[in-house]
Nanobody, 126 residues
Framework: PVQLVESGGGSVQAGGSLKLSCLVP???????????LAWFRQTPGQEREGVAA????????YYADWVKGRFTMSQDNAKNTLYLQMNSLNPEDTATYYC?????????????????WGQGTQVTVS
């Protein structure tokens, strides 16, 4: 099975920043030319919502409207790592953040289903 491992979560004051990382399996980008990787978040009692997604066949990056330029998604193929830089955080951003992978697709947004998921990393903004 595909293993995705998130890290970088923590507690931060409103207005602060965090950078999340997601370690993906080695050679993922080489093996899957039409790869979609995404970040989602979820709070207790709420549905999981898409934050951002990046398509390797584009390049193309999707952001949810409410991100409003505060978050930036990037990838480092050499380090097998996906990132989510989050700035200007506010308490409404408190959630568990997940990375997700869909190996072969031409539809890459935060509104589609994904096959593989990480375990999540908690972000708390106070």
């Amino acid at each position: 099975p595909v293993q995705l491992v998130e890290s970088g979560g923590g507690s931060v004051q409103a207005g602060g920043s965090l950078k999340l990382s997601c370690l993906v399996p080695r050679d993922t980008w080489r093996r899957f030319p039409n790869l979609c990787l995404a970040w989602f978040r979820q709070t207790p009692g709420q549905e999981r919502e898409g934050v951002a997604a990046i398509f390797s066949g584009g390049p193309y990056t999707y952001y949810a409207d409410w991100v409003k330029g505060r978050f930036t998604m990037s990838q480092d193929n050499a380090k097998n790592t996906l990132y989510l830089q989050m700035n200007s955080l506010n308490p409404e951003d408190t959630a568990t953040y997940y990375c997700a992978e869909e190996p072969n697709t031409y539809v890459c947004t935060g509104r589609r289903e994904f096959t593989y998921w990480g375990q999540g990393t908690q972000v708390t903004v106070s």
